[in-house]
């Protein structure tokens, strides 16, 4: 499973490589389509991930357990098969779903004892339990159980909870391995990535990078960011953790975000991304486009005829006008959502699109000092 990426080129930082796994291969850098529950919220299905150019999508260990439940999943042929999917799949741990239950929860050595968002009801969840819901589930990227910490956090905490977060990994480490040599393994291809945390403390950071990069894991991850920090001090702790991440495994940044923090990852050695704002923003009548954020709620687009983007060739702007956009949204149309979402994940998986072809072309730093600072701009 080692072998499951192969780096192909890289240009001013950035990372050009193809991810393999059970279900298919992943061109990178790439962002992972965030289908939290099996769905996009905004009334995708998996035939439009394809639509809009979706290489892989990433579901919810946490949400997905309790919701219909891991074991009903594995029943019914595992995740690939319950949402029509066949490409690749990533299975966050819910780590940072538990964190973000923080009146609800409590952490010990053992894992993590919370009560359920739905009705309350009491769950333990163990590092072990972790890897066996995602086992149930089938994906082919499996996140280890890690807390992600809140930024600022008192630095004798965070070094406690990276220690924590290390013991609990080698635990999912053993447990992976278990699962995946099972005679009756869902997906016994499954790859375990390990999360680095150690919030804006520079040394924890590198400490915990290089202890986790001892397992010889088939990937790694960049955990506990875009949770408070500024981007400046994000982009430093990227930077500073990518250094010691080994460049032969895939590199992924999660839960990050913008197109601008997306090409500023990429510049600093990202391989994958993934974030809910290109479906978040869309439901709320926000649009990306090449010449930076629309809000199509504005009262000067009532009459526009013209597509959101004139030169993107998805099928709302094929189909549909800014004007009858605005209309749905206002008139709290369901469909409204549904075409701002396929829009916002066009564009984003369009802008990786590019930014491969930058790499590959040599142009990247190009690229990235026309579209970086442009992407993020309020139109």
Known sequence: MHKMFALTSTDSGARRGELTTPHGRVQTPAFMNVATQGAIKGGLDARDLKTVGCQIALANTYHLHIRPGDELIRKLGGLHRFMAWDSPILTDSGGFQIFSLSGLRKITEEGVAFASHTDGRRIFMSPEDCIRIQANLGS??????????GIPSEREYVKASCDRTFRWLVRCNEESQRQNNTDDAVNPGQALFGINQGATYPDLRIEHMKRIAELDLPGYAIGGLAVGETHAEMYDIIELVTEHM???????????????????AVARGIDMLDCVMPARNGRHGHFFTWGGVMNLNNEKYAADDTPVEPTCDCPVCRAHSRAYIRHLLKAGEALAMRLAVTHNLWFYNSLMSRIRGAIESGSFAAFRREFSDRLSQRI
């Open 140 to 149: 082919d990227i499996a996140m280890a159980l890690d807390e992600c910490v």
């Open 246 to 264: 080994p460049s032969a495994r895939p590199r992924y940044l999660m839960g990050v975000g913008t197109p601008s923090n997306i090409i500023e």
